[in-house]
C-alpha cells in the first residue's frame, strides 16, 4: 500500500448533508443573498490572481467584481499637483464606497465611479448591478469598521517587496502605460503610505497570502511563474466535513520530475496566530485532483477541473485552490445562518 502525507482540516459537529446533494451553482443563484469578498493589498500585488479560482468555479454568471481604483477622488495630475499618491485614505471616497456596499448588499443597483488607467482620468459613472459572489479588490478593501462589517470574507495579499516590485513595474508598463522611471518613483515616493494605511489591514484579514520568490531560483517566477506561496489562515472552527490534501509518495516519486516543497507552521503576525502552509515549485497535476474532487463533492459543482490540461501546478495555483475551498466554506454557513 502506498504511503500517503494528508493534511486534513477539521470536522464539523452540525454536519448537514443535504447540501451536498445540491449543486451549489443552483443554491448561490437562487439565494438572495450577497456574498462579499474583500481583497487587500498594494497595487500590483496580485489581488486578482487570487481570487481566478473563485471566478473559474462559479462562473461570470454568478461572480462581478468592483475595483476600488474607481473610487479615486483625484485623477492623476490632480494627485501630482496636490503631492498624495492612490494609498492615502482622504485620496479615495471611502464613504461613497461604504454607501454604495450597503446598497449592493441589498441587491441593488448603484451608479458606479470608474477611474481610467489608461488616461489616468476620471471617466463617467456607470450602472453596476451586484452578482450573488461580489468580490471587491483595492487598497483599502476594508480600511474602514463600516467596510468590514460588511466584508464577508478577507483576504490580504502581500509579496515581498522584490516581488512586488518586478510585477507592478511589468504591469504598469505592458497594461497602464506607464515609463519604467515613473513607476520606479512612484514605488518610491507610496512606500511610506503603504506601511501607514495599507499594511495594517493585515490584523483584519480572514486569509494572508504571502509570496516570495522561489528557493529553486529567482528566475523560475519570470519563466514559469513559479514562486513561494506562504497561506496564513486564522483558525477554522467549523468545516463542512473532512477535507484532504493527500500526497500519495510513490505517485510522486514516480511521477514528479519537478522540484516542490510543502511545509505548516504555526506563526505569529501582527500579534495574531495563524497556520501557515508553504508551498513552493511545481507539482504534478495528478496529485491534486484529489483536492479537486474534495471541493466538487462539497459544492456538487461538477466537473471542477481548472488544471485539467496541465501536467503541473504552481504553488500559487494550489493555494488559490485551498482558498477557494475556505471562502466556500464561510459562504455555505452564511447561507444556513
Known sequence: ????????????????????????????????????????????????TFTQAIRQIFGEDLVSTITLDDYHCYDREQRRQLHITPLAPEANDLQRLERD??????????????????????DP??????????????LHTFFTPVLRELLDFKLFVDPDRPVKREWKI????????????????ELAERENDYQEYIAPQRWYADAIIRISHSKYGETLGRERNVYQVALLQSKLLRAVEDTDLSIDLLSLLSMSERDFLLEFQRQTLDG????????????NY??????????ERQTGVHPIDIYTHRSYVVA???AQLILAWRIINRRIFIGRE
Open 1 to 48: 500500500m502506498a504511503n500517503r502525507m494528508t493534511i486534513r482540516y477539521e470536522k464539523i459537529t452540525d454536519r448537514k448533508p443535504s447540501m451536498h446533494a445540491l449543486n451549489f451553482k443552483d443554491v448561490i443563484s437562487s439565494s438572495p443573498l450577497i456574498f462579499t469578498l474583500g481583497v487587500a493589498g498594494d497595487s500590483g500585488s496580485g489581488k486578482t
Open 316 to 318: 500559487g495555483e494550489i
Open 170 to 185: 511589468k504591469r504598469d508598463i505592458e497594461v497602464r502605460g506607464y515609463q519604467e522611471t515613473e513607476v520606479l518613483d
Open 125 to 138: 459613472p456607470i450602472p453596476f448591478s451586484p452578482k450573488k459572489i461580489l468580490i471587491l479588490e483595492g
Open 101 to 122: 456596499l450597503v446598497a449592493l448588499k441589498k441587491g441593488e443597483t448603484i451608479r458606479k465611479p470608474v477611474y481610467n488607467h489608461r488616461t489616468g482620468q476620471l
Open 272 to 283: 495574531r496566530g495563524w497556520g501557515t502552509l508553504t508551498f513552493d515549485g511545481e507539482l
Open 286 to 295: 495528478a496529485l491534486i485532483r484529489k483536492l479537486e474532487r474534495n471541493v
